[in-house]
């Protein structure tokens, strides 16, 4: 796969075979948890070691405590935030594109909250399950930023979340001492650094008053391009990324609208079997399916399935209804070309 970006009026060519994932780190008892916190493999970088894309923001770290692999923020990267307390179809949303941009070799950074940033670091290590191993050099991978210290992650329930991007060849960050705990204002803090490694940044699902507004202001500050994600327009958590649109922000639905927005061009040189393009939509009925019966009807896998449910539900092909799917009246099985 090769993966090209313009910045500044220059481009620059990655080579970024599909990454993979080690199956056997998939699950991770207490005991490696601990181990992971206490690890002494944590790697402190000076402001001068920072990647060039940080080092060149208004206001730089100091150093950054690093837990995984600092090669993973020198790496093209997308971020992905948004509401904490978000939809079902915005966790979807944000889980389709973190899957879409790592299998296509982009990086995803976000800040391991609740919601939509976890959604979007399960998405982009579910891709890591996949595919083939690439050069350690090119592969892409997620991030997680923190607004707290290496040894007091927070939420404390994604702790093992956080070890499993380290497990993934991931890594997460923290401006903060190991031990110190999240403090309200380090939260606006973090997001300047979630924006500023990356190339750009996208919003899904976000009031009108959301943290990750904030993350958005960071990123235009920085030269970075901001996208949003669109919504009912009843919803109050549609309401910051519709204002974002309005003032200029890409609208984004798909993981080929974000790399559109960014001149990413990428060519997938290994072979994938082919997906017939109506199976999940044969399989929503007129009465609620579940997603799992969507999955057994398909035969496919969980991240593929909600892939296609986000594009169905964006072309008013199927809706979320009582805990399931439900096609909409009039439609019908479209024929793969």
Not at 304 to 326: F, K, N, P
Request: proline residues 5%; charged residues 20%; contains cysteine.
């Amino acid at each position: 796969m090769q993966i090209s970006y313009g910045n500044s009026g220059r481009r620059t060519t990655y080579s970024a075979p599909r990454p993979d994932y080690d199956a056997a780190s998939e699950h991770w008892d207490s005991g490696s948890i601990v181990q992971c916190r206490q690890s002494k493999a944590d790697i402190a970088v000076s402001r001068r070691d920072l990647p060039l894309a940080l080092r060149s923001i208004p206001d730089p770290p100091l150093r950054l405590y690093c837990r995984g692999d600092p090669g993973a923020l020198d790496r093209p990267a997308v971020a992905i935030v948004g509401s904490r307390r978000c939809t079902r179809q915005g966790r979807e949303t944000a889980f389709a594109l973190a899957h879409g941009l790592v299998a296509r070799g982009v990086t995803v950074v976000s800040g391991l909250a609740y919601g939509i940033d976890a959604a979007a670091h399960r998405g982009a290590l579910a891709a890591l399950c996949e595919g083939s191993t690439p050069p350690a050099s090119h592969r892409s991978t997620t991030i997680a930023v923190l607004g707290s210290g290496l040894d007091n992650i927070y939420p404390r329930s994604h702790t093992g979340l956080a070890a499993e991007i380290v497990a993934a060849g991931g890594a997460v960050l923290s401006e903060h001492e190991h031990d110190e705990g999240p403090r309200k204002h380090h939260f606006p803090a973090r997001n300047r650094l979630v924006s500023g490694l990356c190339l750009g940044v996208v919003i899904v699902e976000a009031s009108d008053k959301s943290g990750s507004l904030i993350t958005a202001r960071m990123a235009l500050e920085q030269g970075r391009d901001v996208m949003a994600v669109p919504s009912l327009v009843s919803s109050p958590l549609s309401a910051g990324c519709h204002r974002l649109i309005r003032e200029g922000a890409a609208l984004v639905e798909r993981t080929e609208h974000v790399l559109e927005t960014l001149e990413l061009e990428w060519t997938e040189h290994h072979e994938t079997a082919a997906v017939p393009t109506d199976a999940v939509f044969e399989a929503v009925g007129a009465t609620v399916t579940s997603l799992d019966e969507i999955i057994a009807a398909t035969g496919m896998r969980v991240e593929a399935v909600l892939e296609r449910l986000v594009e169905l539900e964006i072309d008013g092909q199927v809706a979320g209804h009582g805990g399931g799917y439900i096609r909409q009246p009039g439609r019908v099985v479209a024929t793969a070309e």
